[in-house]
């Protein structure tokens, strides 16, 4: 392999002759073969998005010269792109703050900057990784700005997903509403419900929680661009923090906006928290409904077999013909990873020092991962899950009209402790409550089919 010789604040470093990154970088890959995990594409493009919008805000206030503001737009449009996601090779798991990050994006814009001036990579007299291509900014804003708008254009295509299972229950919800079944509550027989009522009230969580990411989404619009290494915002133009946010506002399409206090845009990662948190509760949700839709699937000849989930594929290596809820069961493990994630992100938001969070990568990364991770298993969940569910609805008719839940109903003609005895009784004999109330001679079979009309009930 052949090395260009380039230089840092520590000394001499070899660099792979035809990488786009630099010294920096190829320290930080001695330093930190953790994980093997590089940054997301999306994160990649977030970084630029930023370096770009900042070029373009120093030239607005004339603190770079246009000729090598220009090289570093077109560069880090390139990276934008996907051009150069290949040079982007520190692990997740790298200096705090995201310095290695930031460097190497620093690096691997200024290089090709200089080579579309016609220069040579590694001649930094040219186009300077820190003194141009991180002009006005410090990794402690530039980090979590390109986080944020990460995490917003991730959100996008969750939020799609979570819609798109939030249709799939509610359309269950349609067609199972005429199916009538016994509610269960502490997995003990209970009154009547509809199995659309079930669905109705999945639907139902689901919406809340892509409510809940939303509203979290929006508080991530707030930028703490401008605010380089500790809040002041020493080393920007006077100008530099309006132009700058208004051109990541062109380049994202979000409606991003100031902070209005930039301290605290340094020093707290609690807009991340929420996102997370967020992320989190509709897990809580999403692992609670697959496990009903197991449970109500069980059997088929020794489970509640109410319902009956898609066969996607052999369930077993040993037992012929057995088919698994495999679906739901993917989906209960990406929710049990995007509550440990949380956990991450909690401990790591509360480990800020001062003017700083330096945990921000694995923050990050968390995050990011349990957007992706949520997003694929939604949808995967919905299209060959949920789409595909079918009720057995003589199953459900048998279970409604058996469960001792309905003498309940009983509770406004005979009182609770009568109506108690007699749910026994239906239990001990293995009969219909409404069968013991006209052998009892409590009504007649008039006055039981008015009672006991079970669609009224639900």
Do not use: W
Not at 22 to 40: C, D, L
Not at 253 to 279: C, H, I, K, P, R
Not at 391 to 406: H, I, N, P
């Amino acid at each position: 392999m052949k090395f260009r010789l380039e230089k840092d604040t520590l000394g001499k470093v070899n660099v792979p002759v035809d990488v786009y990154y630099g010294a920096q970088t190829a320290r930080a890959i001695e330093n930190f073969p953790v994980s093997g995990i590089k940054p997301e594409p999306i994160f990649i493009k977030a970084t630029a998005m930023v370096k770009s919008a900042a070029a373009l805000a120093n030239m607005d206030c004339g603190a770079i010269d246009e000729k090598t503001g220009n090289a570093v737009v077109a560069a880090a449009g390139e990276v934008m792109e996907g051009a150069f996601d290949e040079q982007f090779v520190v692990d997740v798991y790298q200096a705090g703050a995201g310095t290695s990050h930031n460097m190497n994006a620093n690096e691997v814009i200024a290089n090709r900057a200089i080579e579309i001036l016609g220069g040579k990579k590694g001649d930094y007299k040219i186009v300077h990784p820190n003194d141009h291509v991180n002009m006005s900014q410090s990794t402690n804003d530039s980090f979590p700005t390109s986080m944020r708008l990460a995490a917003l254009m991730k959100g996008d295509d969750l939020i799609k997903a979570v819609s798109l299972l939030h249709r799939s229950l509610k359309n269950k919800s349609l067609e199972f509403d005429n199916i009538i079944k016994s509610g269960r509550t502490h997995l003990q027989d209970a009154v009547p419900v509809r199995l659309g009522q079930e669905f109705g009230g999945y639907a139902g969580a689901v919406e809340k929680g892509c409510n809940g990411i939303s509203n979290a989404l929006n508080a991530i619009k707030v930028l703490g661009i401008g605010a380089t290494a500790a809040g002041t915002g020493l080393n920007t133009p006077a100008r530099y923090r309006k132009s700058i946010v208004n051109h990541l506002a062109a380049f994202s399409g979000y409606q991003v906006e100031e902070s209005e206090n930039l301290f605290e845009s340094t020093q707290s990662m609690a807009d991340f928290a929420n996102l997370s948190s967020a992320l989190k509760n509709l897990s809580l949700e999403l692992t609670r409904i697959a496990n009903d839709l197991r449970l109500m699937s069980s059997g088929p000849t020794t489970g509640l077999a109410e319902i009956n989930l898609p066969p996607v594929q052999p369930g077993s290596s040993i037992m012929p013909g057995k088919v698994n809820p495999v679906m739901a069961e993917s989906l209960n493990m990406v929710a049990f990873q995007v509550m440990g994630y949380d956990h991450t992100v909690s401990m790591a938001c509360q480990a800020g020092q001062l003017e700083l969070n330096v945990m921000m990568p694995v923050i990050n990364y968390n995050i990011l991962q349990s957007m992706e991770i949520l997003k694929n298993g939604i949808t995967l969940f919905a299209n060959r899950c949920v789409d595909g569910i079918k009720a057995d609805k003589e199953r459900c008719r048998e279970y409604s009209e058996k469960t001792v839940g309905l003498a309940t109903v009983l509770n406004l003609h005979i009182g609770y402790s009568q109506a108690a005895e007699i749910s026994k009784e239906a239990a001990r004999r293995e009969r219909s409550v409404r069968e013991i109330v006209v052998e009892r001679g409590i009504m007649n079979e008039k006055n039981v089919d008015k009672v006991f009309n079970i669609k009224n009930l639900t």
